[in-house]
């Protein structure tokens, strides 16, 4: 058994210098994995490859964890409303206004999903209790009357959106994050103007 061994050992170390192929070893901070040379003839049989996902707990604070799932809501809520303005809203300038969030909205749901699926985490996909009802008693008015609530609240709800992502784009932890934050700032401030110019209108 003991010369068998050798002479094993010998014969694949033959193969090794004649193919000038060496077992390659690559080493991250948190992985190992080890390549045979695919005609060698040798196979691992012990896995030892460790997960490379990064663990999201020690990468995201908890400041970043409640920004990121308000504004996946949030962004939701904005355009389902937005949809609803479509198909409720009496005054032209409303129905403007909610097409415009709805195509906005859904730009920036797809930004923070994309960093979302990139870093491992996983956001909620429907709204909460509260921004839940804030839809359903929206969704039961028409005309003059949804004008007046949807812009009351297109008003409030993104003065509320500013101060979130001003807030994670000077204390969030994730760099990506809080590049969202700050690049989506813009449109927020612009939704929170013409939402200020619909809701004089139709007041």
């Known amino acids: 058994m003991k010369n068998s061994m050798v002479t094993l050992l010998s014969v694949l170390a033959v193969m ?5 192929e060496t077992m390659i070893v690559s080493q991250s901070t948190d992985s190992t994995v080890v ?12 896995s030892i490859t460790v997960s490379t996902t990064r663990d999201v707990k020690k990468i995201l604070s908890e400041q970043d964890k409640e920004f990121a799932e308000n504004a ?8 389902m409303m ?5 198909d409720n809203a009496g ?19 797809e930004g923070l999903a994309k960093w979302a699926s990139e870093i491992g985490y996983t956001l909620p996909t429907t709204l909460d209790s509260e921004k839940q009802k804030k ?10 009357e949804f004008d ?4 009351d609240f297109m008003v409030s709800d993104h003065k509320e959106d500013i101060k ?7 204390e969030g932890s994730e760099s990506t994050l809080k590049s969202f934050a700050s690049k989506t700032l813009p449109t927020l401030e612009h939704h929170l103007m013409e939402s200020e110019k619909a809701k004089d209108i139709v007041k």
């Open 16 to 20: 090794a210098c004649k193919k000038k």
């Open 35 to 46: 390549t045979v040379p695919a005609d060698s003839g040798m196979t691992v049989t012990d």
């Open 72 to 79: 996946a809501r949030g962004g939701i809520m904005e355009v």
């Open 82 to 86: 937005g949809k609803l303005a479509s």
């Open 91 to 109: 005054n032209t300038a409303v129905k403007a206004l909610g097409k415009m969030m709805v195509t906005d909205h859904t730009k920036a749901n």
């Open 135 to 144: 839809y359903d008693e929206l969704k039961v008015k028409k005309g003059a």
């Open 148 to 151: 007046k609530m949807y812009t």
């Open 164 to 170: 979130e992502f001003k807030k994670e784009a000077s």
